[in-house]
């Protein structure tokens, strides 16, 4: 045994031949360190040996012994003078420096350890220490000091920058994740993947692996059940093919999982996957979406899933008016294709479950998820278990993006357990999430465009070919929403589109933040630029004309009435707001030299607060006996903010201060149905059903207190802590004890359907400077004006709007998926590149003055829209620069060089 001080305590252990340090502390149940990539590339397992921070997953544990070891938990203790919060950490507090809070402690750690030379140069100094959810802003704010918390203020809750409630846990480490948690006799599992992009496996040999000290299983697609599903989580799952198996004898893309290896270590686990040996018949493959359509083409499935057409798995075509007309009439027509990339979610949190029996004799999944009502009506679809035998939850969840709105990684572990009777977990690594789990779909958009010589749309023609990959997956509710809000967003008597999700032997594409309007909105907003230059009229000037307007009908390509609606209305204002930033400018000078060339772009996004498919939730509401409120809804809490956004909703209503609301998420055992975490829904659904649930509440609580005083009711309100009826104040507490008395229990619940769907907006601004021979880009000023509703809390509302900016600049910039035969190669971070600290411009936020009338509140969806009009800012800004359309993303230097050598 060797000895080890970690945080001021002593630890007697040995480490496992080659452990790394980070797994060494979490098998000491040290949970703050967390992990993210296992590869030195994004800092979430950062601590410090000797006061000195090193990422931990690159340091052989025996290197521990004799040093001091400071993690998370013990940062403060450094201070020593019994302070809760060391001041980097009060500092984080205060600025709300995180979102999902997963690389929290990495970041923190790094930050209290550099000396005030090193915070003169931060983009060097945190180059190692990533974040995907925040933009970096609010983390900039925690170095300078700055505060971006309001007072918690009975009464006052809605409008206010409260902080997050679990603030001090998270930066602390105490803050529970999925794997946060240490359970005796826990077995692991880990798959072999398919080396192959399309192969049928003739004979798996397990005997070898099954030899390996310490495996205690090896499942293949014979010992699974044999159903077929999707593992994509939605209300309705028939939108969804069920053209997957939990384990399959046919291989449609390389990563996917073939055999699963139980064993009592993730080593050994890993042992056993190498140890299996499968015979392959290897089958022709198709990686292209056109060529996947063409005749002839290798096909991918024989399952139900199989069409007419082959690989197209769902086909959509509509048409409004007269296309051919509106061309007719036509003073100019633009026609082109604009086409983006996949990208990946990389949540720094990786995906995984873990399964057990309890004590009840029930099963119970915990999972990073989300959806784990979803989730559930799955496992026991496949498992064939009652609801009512299955318990799936979520405790906090590192980052989601739509990447977690699929069931990847519960049903094999569950499976696991339930024959072999004791606790499984999976934990993905940061490789499987790239070769493994899902990504945005790859779309390319041919657009047709007629006007009038004033700027008037005559016609629009739009044709969208989707690579859903192997599986279909969200593939056609993804191509409806590609089709819907960024056609409706403009005014025009005719429009014509048809759209199709193929199958590829493409990794499996899926939800992600954007959810299809994404790619479309790329290349429609590209599109109405070229077409203004056309005209020779401002591209403002242009979308000001033609975008959609109150009492316009909200229609895409299809005829049926539509549930959307103008519950306000400030895409108008957000149009001034970006012109206006733009011709003040920010001062920020282009670089020295004649091969710099400098352009502007702007964009817009609409959206549809919410899908059209059925979307429901529920949540619950007692009053305490200390005069406290429980309430109980199952959202998750992935960064998004929710839990915060309930808390000031039923806080507002019932008039306490937030901090007495205590709420509960995601739990099937504890909280009501929820569809999921997902589609814009968390605020507009879920937060409808707290609006209501509070408000059922506040007159439980007065229609009982009018009985217990005999005042009348019209004299009865609540006042924080108690309730006034007439002259007399009767606190919370008393009223309880007397309702507990009269067997009245203050217990309410109510339920929130998504419809009507009010309509949002986004406006993006963007001046560059470009060289013109290295293809190098740097944004020079970035505007963002968002028409979100009456925000419930400012502070997050723009934590969120810089996080989804910041992964558009990502996807715009820096972020691709390289592949080679299907095979990629680039999945580590640091080759995939999402936007570190030096990459993510700092853009001026402004909010539109609305206030809806459907939302709670006046509240509007906005986590996710402001993702949409980035990257096609950023590519009118190029052509304004260059008189180059640079219509593929992204815009890497080596895809602009050869254009800009000739522009």
């Not at 629009?460 to 997956?473: I, L, Q, R």
Request: hydrophobic share 40%; proline share 4%; net charge negative.
């Amino acid at each position: 045994m060797s000895t080890y001080e970690i945080n001021g305590r002593s630890y007697s252990a040995a480490p496992k031949p080659g452990q790394c340090l980070r797994t060494f502390l979490r098998d000491l149940e040290v949970f703050g360190v967390k992990k993210g990539c296992d590869a030195g590339d994004c800092g979430a397992c950062t601590v410090w040996m000797d006061g000195k921070p090193f990422h931990s997953c690159l340091v052989p544990a025996f290197r521990g012994e004799g040093r001091k070891i400071t993690t998370i938990e013990g940062l403060a203790q450094t201070c020593g003078d019994g302070t809760d919060m060391h001041p980097v950490q009060k500092a984080f507090c205060d600025a709300q420096a995180f979102q999902c809070g997963y690389c929290a402690a990495g970041m923190v750690m790094t930050v209290a350890s550099l000396s005030l030379e090193q915070r003169e140069d931060l983009p060097h100094a945190l180059k190692g220490n990533l974040c995907r959810c925040t933009g970096y802003r609010s983390i900039e704010d925690a170095l300078h000091g700055r505060s971006n918390i309001e007072e918690d203020v009975a009464g006052k809750a809605l409008g206010a920058s409260l902080p997050n409630p679990f603030s001090d846990a998270i930066l602390t480490g105490k803050a529970p994740y999925t794997m946060d948690v240490a359970v005796p006799g826990l077995l692991h599992l880990k798959v072999l993947r398919s080396p192959h992009a399309h192969a049928r496996v003739i004979r798996i040999d397990k005997s070898k692996a099954e030899a390996v000290p310490g495996v205690v299983a090896v499942y293949t697609w014979e010992d699974v059940p044999r159903r077929l599903y999707s593992t994509a989580l939605h209300e309705d799952h028939l939108v969804d093919p069920d053209d997957t198996y939990m384990l399959d004898n046919v291989a449609r893309f390389v990563g996917q999982r073939l055999v699963a290896v139980v064993a009592e270590s993730e080593a050994a686990a890993e042992a056993g996957c190498r140890t299996v040996h499968v015979d392959y018949e290897l089958l022709p493959a198709v990686f292209d979406p056109v060529e996947a359509m063409a005749p002839g083409a290798p096909l991918l499935h024989d399952k139900d899933v199989l069409t007419d057409n082959g690989n197209i798995y769902c086909d959509l075509h509509g048409e409004i008016g007269d296309v051919a007309k509106g061309f007719a009439e036509a003073d100019v027509v633009h026609e082109a294709t604009y086409s983006t990339s996949r990208v990946q979610h990389v949540h720094l949190e990786t995906h995984g479950s873990i399964a057990w029996q309890g004590e009840d004799k029930r099963w119970h999944v915990r999972t990073s998820s989300q959806g784990p009502f979803a989730a559930q009506k799955k496992l026991c679809y496949l498992m064939g278990l009652r609801a009512r035998d299955l318990h799936v939850f979520t405790e906090r969840v590192g980052g989601g993006f739509g990447g977690k709105q699929e069931m990847v990684s519960e049903d094999l572990v569950l499976f696991a357990t339930m024959k072999l009777g004791r606790p499984v977990k999976w934990e993905w690594t940061r490789e499987e999430e790239f070769i493994g789990a899902t990504t945005r779909h790859q779309m390319t958009t041919r657009i047709r465009l007629g006007a009038r010589k004033d700027g008037t749309l005559t016609a629009m023609d739009v044709e969208v070919v989707s690579n859903t990959g192997a599986y279909g997956n969200h593939g056609s509710e993804t191509l409806a929403a590609a089709m819907a809000s960024p056609i409706a967003a403009y005014r025009c008597e005719n429009k014509k589109g048809v759209g199709y999700a193929v199958y590829t032997n493409m990794i499996p594409a899926g939800g992600f933040r954007g959810y299809g309007a994404s790619q479309t909105t790329f290349a429609i907003e590209c599109a109405i630029d070229d077409l203004a230059r056309k005209l020779d009229i401002d591209p403002m000037a242009m979308r000001r004309k033609n975008v959609v307007r109150p009492g316009d009908n909200i229609e895409s390509i299809w005829k049926e009435p539509s549930d959307a609606s103008f519950g306000s209305y400030g895409i108008d204002e957000c149009l001034d707001i970006v012109e206006r930033e733009l011709t003040k400018g920010n001062g920020v000078e282009k670089p020295a030299g004649e091969d710099w060339a400098t352009g502007t772009g702007v964009a817009l996004a609409m959206l549809e607060c919410g899908p059209p498919t059925e979307h429901r939730s529920g949540a619950e509401m007692r009053l305490m006996a200390d005069g406290s409120y429980h309430l109980a809804v199952g959202s998750c809490e992935m960064g998004n903010g929710i839990a915060t956004a309930h808390q000031q909703i039923a806080a507002s209503i019932v008039g306490v201060r937030a901090r007495d609301i205590h709420v509960v998420i995601a739990d099937t055992d504890r909280t009501p149905y929820d569809t999921g975490t997902f589609a814009s829904t968390g605020t507009v659904v879920a937060g409808k059903a707290v609006h209501l649930t509070a408000e059922a509440m506040r007159e439980d609580i007065l229609d009982f207190a009018s009985r217990h005083t005999g005042a009348d009711r019209a004299n009865c309100r609540l006042d924080s802590d108690a309730v006034i009826c007439g002259n007399k104040r009767v606190p919370l507490a008393e009223l309880h004890a007397a309702g507990a008395k009269a067997e009245h229990r203050f217990a309410v619940s109510r339920k929130a359907y998504l419809s009507p769907r009010t309509i949002a907006f986004n406006v993006q601004g963007v001046r560059l400077a470009v060289h013109r021979v290295t293809g190098e880009i740097r944004i020079l000023h970035s505007i963002h004006a968002a028409d979100i509703g009456r925000p419930i809390n400012p502070m997050q509302c723009r934590g969120q709007l810089d996080g989804a900016i910041t992964m558009g600049y990502g996807w715009a910039l820096t972020e691709n998926m390289v592949h080679d035969g299907g095979h990629m190669v680039n999945a580590q971070i640091r080759n995939y590149r999402i936007p570190a600290w030096a990459d993510a411009p700092r853009t001026d936020l402004f909010l539109a003055g609305t206030v809806d009338t459907i939302g709670p509140l006046g509240a509007k969806s906005q986590g996710e829209c402001a993702i949409n009009p980035v990257a096609p800012a950023v590519s009118n800004a190029l052509a304004d620069a260059t008189g180059v359309r640079f219509a593929h993303l992204p815009f890497t230097p080596d895809r602009l060089f050869d254009k800009l050598a000739t522009s």
